[in-house]
């Protein structure tokens, strides 16, 4: 069993601490016995902190058997464990933005003994999903839509006469997008009754950076918080503070600085008995006793004036120690009474009551699970990573250390993914041409068009799902002038466990209808080295899409860097394809030829299942283009193939609609001069969503695993 230590908190509630992951099912003596949030109804302060800890440790045991997202989890136990013993869900609903923080949710909801299964093929699914639970109130993935789909409950229900609570749990690093800022504005100006609850980790995935995070350390040191009485009444209290409070270092000045600001703000005589009682010296927590209750509205009302949730018109809560689960019960029980938009501060730490996981948040922020032959051992997240083989964000890392080191104009921007995108090397290296934008691509897209209009060359590192979101940036402020930005598209692909809300699979055909886009997608590690330069080198709009993970093993070929650092390497023209290799090209009695245009990642997978095929087919001739650019196409090899009466068959890991293989079927079709259509078969995603699994295992579920591919290869050849 796992060592774990007694801390006690200043509010004397218990928490364990753990050291290691438990290697074995613990004992859950109390947390067993819940099935629904109902069963939480009449726990008493000390069940629920037993409960709290108990769900704890069985979180700790479900990852490190399943895997997956660990840091945020662990942060919100005892915030999880407050609103479903207050709030009567599924009536009530309670919306988690994102989903990484929703693994406790499912717990108590119905899901505990299947939680080792998450992220699992036919296993539960990585975040919150509709079909999945009725506690799950809205399919979640992508951050900042809390908010606005509890409005979108609240006035439908408002509409429908109900009266149910919403609460939209939010994480401080999801507040940076601008969705939730724009639902949080109309909110206020439909008079909406919706709770926000701001859950302050200070992280998004990377640290979290801007003015934003800095608002919310701002509230959290002045040592006052915004409580509220039975009546409903705000009340201003002293806030205790954990021993262990990674912020406690502030506490005691920002305390004192915060009195001198209220000093002036309130009546003198007031501030004279202020003042006294600062020179008496501050109180412990266990002497603060609540201000008068006139006082307190007073200075409530006065407190904070540039507090920005006060300020658009949100009845502003906290902040509160989110790991005292008695005392959120309690303010939850006070809050869900209140009419119109109200927002509760919490502040927690990510991967609280794990040690390592506090200690090293973005680290833990996912982990894989733990190998069965060894589980006491390696605590640690664990990836199958060769040493050899490097992943393709490593790649894009290394080209920007290469090319900035001469090339001062290279600018990297981020939305808060520094870690995920191969930038932390950099970021270090060059701090003056990294942004890192937080959770806000629209913004990011748009910053890098105004960068470019001033001649700089802004590379933009997004995930290929989150680029969707900036999609009107994309066409409007950058391709629409032709602006020279380039987009490292990340994640581009399906992406295994994390499901359909983050696989890659649309940006091809969203991207190719753009007007004056260069789309490349490299199918090894030096070719996507060598795109991102020749893309880099491009003066217009350009992206290059590569996969998650690992490459195939392919050496970096550097030899066109010179010693100065100059990144001349070897420079790929763009829109051409190249033949990779042939099989049975030597027969001179072959009467069909097959031309297979595989696209980034399918280009191992085609070599592959034309070399099976073309064992049992010697009549056969099989062409295997590695395609390179989806846009421009290569024509002149498609009028090449047409010409010499090869079939054709295109390969991409991309839905088929609007894909690459719809960019050759619309080329094709284009030749009005041709008399007869040649054979094509277009191979990729069918127009599905793809469930979560291994990516393996997604690859065989559409058919794109090299069995899939050979069948399908074969009943277009035999009919």
């Not at 069985?58 to 407050?82: I, K, M, P, R």
């Not at 062409?623 to 009028?639: A, G, Q, T, W």
């Not at 990729?684 to 997604?698: E, N, V």
Request: one cysteine or more.
């Amino acid at each position: 069993m796992p060592n774990n230590d007694l801390h006690t908190d200043l509010n004397k509630n218990t928490l364990t601490i753990f050291h290691e992951l438990p290697t074995v099912r613990p004992s859950t003596p109390l947390l067993d016995t819940v099935n629904s949030p109902d069963d939480l109804t009449h726990f008493s302060d000390d069940k629920l902190v037993q409960l709290a800890n108990e769900l704890r440790e069985f979180l700790l045991y479900s990852v490190g058997q399943s895997g997956g997202h660990f840091g945020a989890n662990l942060g919100v136990v005892e915030l999880t464990v407050a609103l479903h013993k207050v709030f009567d869900a599924p009536n009530d609903k309670l919306v988690w933005d994102v989903g990484h923080q929703a693994y406790p949710h499912k717990i108590l909801t119905g899901r505990r003994e299947r939680l080792t299964s998450i992220r699992s093929k036919d296993g539960l699914t990585a975040f919150p999903e509709r079909s999945e639970s009725v506690y799950d109130s809205f399919g979640v993935g992508h951050s900042s839509t809390a908010i606005s789909a509890g409005l979108g409950m609240s006035l439908a229900m408002r509409y429908q006469g109900k009266s149910n609570s919403v609460v939209a749990i939010v994480g401080d690093g999801a507040m940076t997008g601008g969705m939730a800022f724009e639902a949080m504005n109309d909110a206020v100006q439909q008079n909406a009754d919706i709770i926000v609850v701001l859950n302050d980790n200070d992280m998004s995935i990377s640290q979290a950076t801007g003015g934003f995070s800095k608002h919310l350390a701002t509230l959290w040191q002045r040592g006052l918080a915004v409580d509220i009485d039975k009546l409903g009444n705000p009340i201003i209290t002293h806030r205790t503070i954990s021993s262990d409070d990674r912020r406690i270092r502030h506490y005691l000045h920002m305390a004192g600085d915060a009195f001198d600001d209220l000093s002036v703000k309130i009546p003198k005589k007031l501030s004279e008995k202020i003042a006294e009682k600062i020179a008496e010296g501050l109180p412990t927590p266990a002497q603060i006793i609540h201000l008068p209750e006139k006082i307190a509205n007073k200075i409530a009302d006065n407190m904070f004036p540039e507090n920005l949730f006060k300020a658009i018109g949100f009845q502003y809560f906290g902040p509160f120690d989110g790991h005292d689960v008695v005392k959120l019960s309690q303010v939850f029980e006070r809050i869900k009474y209140l009419k119109g938009a109200v927002l509760v501060h919490v502040h927690t730490v990510k991967g609280k009551g794990f040690s390592p996981a506090e200690h090293d948040p973005i680290g833990y922020h996912a982990i894989g699970k733990l190998p069965k032959n060894d589980l006491a051992k390696q605590p640690v997240p664990l990836t199958n990573a060769h040493k050899n083989v490097k992943k393709y964000s490593q790649v894009f890392g290394e080209f920007l250390m290469d090319t900035a080191k001469t090339d001062k104009k290279l600018i990297a921007i981020t939305p808060a993914m520094a870690e995920g995108s191969g930038m932390v090397a950099f970021a270090k290296a060059f701090p003056n041409q990294y942004f890192d934008v937080a959770i806000a691509e629209q913004h990011a897209v748009t910053l890098a068009g105004g960068m470019a209009c001033e001649g700089l060359k802004p590379i933009v590192a997004i995930y290929s799902t989150f680029l969707q979101r900036g999609y009107d940036q994309l066409i409007h402020d950058i391709a629409l002038q032709n602006l020279d930005v380039t987009f490292a598209i990340d994640r581009a692909g399906l992406v295994g466990e994390d499901g359909a809300t983050h696989a890659g699979v649309f940006d091809m055909s969203f991207m190719r209808c753009v007007p004056n886009m260069v789309i490349a997608c490299p199918s090894d590690e030096n070719e996507c080295y060598q795109l991102l330069n020749a893309c880099y080198q491009y003066q217009g709009t350009s992206a290059v899409r590569y996969p998650r993970g690992e490459g195939v093993g392919v050496e970096i070929d550097k030899a066109g860097i010179d010693k100065n650092g100059a990144n001349n390497a070897n420079h790929f023209a763009i829109g051409k394809a190249v033949l990779d290799c042939q099989f049975n090209n030597k027969n001179q009695k072959v009467n069909k030829k097959i031309a297979v245009l595989a696209f980034g990642s399918m280009l191992k997978t085609a070599k592959h299942a034309c070399e099976i095929i073309a064992k049992n087919s010697p009549k056969t001739q099989f062409s295997v283009y590695n395609m390179r650019f989806v846009k421009p196409l290569d024509n002149e090899l498609i009028d090449t193939l047409i010409r010499e009466d090869y079939h054709i068959i295109t390969l991409e890991e991309h839905q088929l609609m609007g894909g690459a293989g719809s960019a050759v079927n619309e080329y094709i079709l284009s030749k009005t001069y041709m008399t007869s259509v040649p054979n094509v078969l277009n191979i990729g995603i069918d127009d599905k969503f793809i469930p979560h699994g291994s990516h393996s295992q997604q690859l065989e579920y559409c058919g794109l695993d090299v069995n899939g591919v050979v069948q399908k290869m074969n009943h277009f050849l035999h009919h």
